[in-house]
């Protein structure tokens, strides 16, 4: 399997922009997570979907967040305006049973 | 879920063993005890857990004390590549129950 894919990789866009990041979870998984990551607050998370329904979103800072499911092999995480402040490495995670979760790459995002 | 307590830092010999510390003096009966690590520049990676008995896999081996209040992840051969941050976390497990993780432990494994 090619674990979770994550893309792009690497985002930089101005401030005001729309930047929608995307994920594949692995094959068979029915549980999608996204993280963000960034120095100050370390790794939070901030939404979580089973079987394609999101289950918290209480992790989402505002409502410029959004994040959708649309099928068992795809979701995206879109921040719509973007700020400086929300410059980051995103992860996006899935499991199966809910024991162990794996981890994408990450999509680096930089908002200038 | 549950607190956990871990070193911010610890060093290791390579070729060594690691021995890194958690408390989770608050944990329930329903609680089991994860640990991911991660490397710089990449997601989380998932290493082990446990219910109350010790648990070993191709990573690692987890010793969980008695009364559950604390445990200690081993790597028994560190190598330069399990430099990381080990994250220590517990949850109820099964489900769609999601992970917090904390500040963990900076692991630095010296030549």
């Known amino acids: 399997d090619a674990g979770v894919i994550q893309s792009p990789r690497h985002e930089v866009t101005e401030m005001g922009q729309e930047v929608t990041l995307r994920c594949k979870p692995i094959s068979g998984h029915n549980s999608l997570f996204w993280y963000r990551q960034t120095m100050m607050r370390g790794l939070e998370l901030l939404i979580y979907?089973?079987?394609?329904?999101?289950?918290?979103d209480s992790g989402m800072p505002e409502d410029r967040f959004s994040a959708k499911m649309p099928n068992a092999s795809f979701s995206t995480l879109k921040i719509q305006p973007s700020e400086p402040r929300d410059s980051a490495v995103y992860f996006c995670?899935?499991?199966?049973?809910?024991?162990?979760?794996?981890f994408g790459p990450g999509t680096r995002l930089t908002v200038t | 879920d549950a607190k956990t307590t871990q070193p911010t830092s610890m060093d290791c010999a390579e070729g060594r063993a690691a021995n890194l510390p958690c408390n989770h003096s608050t944990i329930s009966g329903n609680e089991y005890v994860y640990w991911y690590r991660q490397i710089h520049s990449q997601g989380p990676q998932y290493i082990i857990h446990g219910l109350k008995n010790n648990e070993t896999n191709e990573m690692a081996s987890l010793i969980i004390t008695e009364d559950r209040k604390s445990s200690t992840l081993i790597l028994p051969h560190a190598t330069l590549r399990d430099t990381a941050v080990y994250y220590c976390?517990?949850?109820?497990?099964?489900?769609?129950?999601?992970?917090?993780f904390g500040t963990g432990t900076k692991l630095q494994v010296i030549p």
């Open positions: 979907f089973n079987n394609n329904v999101p289950i918290d």
């Open positions: 995670a899935s499991t199966l049973h809910g024991y162990e979760q794996y």
């Open positions: 976390i517990v949850r109820v497990s099964g489900g769609y129950q999601k992970v917090t």
